[in-house]
């Protein structure tokens, strides 16, 4: 009797284990290059597991460069992750396909609410903000004191106008506009109200176009403007060749072990503007695809990663910037006690400020290599602005 009474115990406690386990789901996670922050990863995993006993967190970190050749892979197959690490140009373009879940923009109350505007595509909403950075201008305060100018320059036009007067003062150039690199000319023409393709050669854009021109024309920026990105721009910084640098607060790390002479010069101030007064600013996000098994409970993980509490450990262990609003408030980005705090304070208070946000289109690249081209053309002196703009974009009307 007691044998068997064991045996019927032992069974029922076997069925309840394997019932458990049966429950249990595998919500499968990626991320783009994160695993020097597996420690900080794995912690928030455990949390929630510990949390949540019928959810298993699968976390696999994919390689940048091979992020969006895998994610288009995995998406089209009918077992894709749950949760997907992307950048919002990949992320919008898989929208595009109408292969994302949909996100409610009332889960992300807690959320920065400019950037969440700015990640919609078609005015829908398809990513969960991350992390992100708004680029700060570092310049040169002893080269900028030897041109004897006394206020700093707040926009581009500020910048066109004292730049003669750097050269030669300093012999050193104002800066580097790496205005050939990905969208960079799109974002400064943005910040200048032009914002359709259709103003793409309105007066406004031709004007912003031709100051460009004079300036190269004149050897007041680099030859090198042309073709050089921004890490060769930076090279020109830590060199001494040019006054202001435009880039990430993590770049100044950089600059401090590889230049220690050129960051003993080193101050920082906000990005430079345009007309409109707003801000750049880049953010990484995450995405559910449609065909995922577990799109409820990815979100929910996902809300718990990027909490306010995780988004500020994440930070302190990075020079990211959060994208929750209270972390966004917390006294971390109110500090000016050295150069990096400075610089992560105001990229912070920057994205209290960048609408109207840069937005991605249909077909961007392709939009991104005409304009490419557009300013190579334009700086080479080629033709009228307004002529190689409207033969690049096939425009039949005639300028504002």
């Not at 943005?190 to 004079?214: R, T």
């Not at 109207?356 to 080629?382: C, H, S, T």
Request: glycine share 4%.
């Amino acid at each position: 009797m007691r044998k068997l009474l064991l045996i019927v115990i032992t069974s029922l406690f076997l069925l309840t284990a394997c019932s458990s386990y049966k429950a249990q789901k595998e919500v499968v996670f990626w991320t783009l290059q994160m695993r020097d922050f597996s420690s900080y990863i794995n912690e928030i995993i455990n949390d929630y597991e510990a949390q949540h006993s019928d959810i298993k967190i699968k976390w696999i970190d994919i390689p940048f460069s091979e992020g969006e050749k895998r994610t288009l892979a995995a998406v089209m197959t009918d077992n894709p992750p749950d949760l997907i690490n992307l950048n919002p140009d990949f992320s919008a373009m898989l929208a595009q396909k109408g292969i994302l879940q949909e996100i409610s923009p009332q889960n992300l109350s807690e959320f920065n609410q400019e950037i969440v505007e700015a990640l919609k595509y078609n005015g829908k909403l398809y990513s969960i903000p991350w992390y992100g950075t708004s680029a700060i201008t570092i310049y040169n305060k002893e080269l900028f004191r030897k041109s004897g100018l006394k206020d700093l320059p707040r926009t581009f036009d500020d910048l066109a106008k004292i730049s003669s007067v750097i050269k030669n003062n300093t012999g050193a150039y104002s800066y580097l506009p790496t205005i050939v690199e990905n969208d960079t000319m799109l974002k400064i023409l943005n910040k200048y109200g032009v914002i359709e393709p259709a103003d793409y050669n309105s007066k406004n854009s031709i004007e912003i176009f031709n100051m460009f021109k004079d300036l190269y024309s004149k050897d007041l920026i680099p030859p090198e403007t042309i073709t050089m990105t921004h890490r060769e721009a930076l090279e020109q910084y830590m060199a001494g060749k040019i006054v202001f640098y435009q880039a990430g607060a993590n770049f100044l790390n950089i600059i401090k072990e590889n230049a220690p002479s050129i960051y003993a010069q080193t101050d920082v101030m906000e990005q430079i503007k345009g007309s409109l007064g707003q801000n750049d600013f880049s953010v990484m996000n995450f995405v559910i695809p449609i065909r995922a098994k577990y799109k409820k409970e990815a979100l929910d993980f996902c809300l718990y990663l990027t909490n306010e509490e995780n988004q500020l450990k994440l930070a302190k262990l990075t020079n990211i910037i959060t994208t929750n609003s209270n972390a966004l408030k917390n006294e971390f980005y109110d500090d000016y006690s050295d150069l990096s705090a400075k610089a992560r304070t105001i990229s912070a208070k920057q994205f209290h400020n960048i609408r109207p946000a840069f937005m991605q289109r249909d077909g961007q690249k392709e939009i991104n290599y005409k304009i490419n081209n557009a300013v190579q053309e334009i700086l080479l002196d080629k033709e009228s602005t307004e002529n190689i703009l409207n033969n690049l974009f096939n425009y039949n009307n005639q300028v504002d």
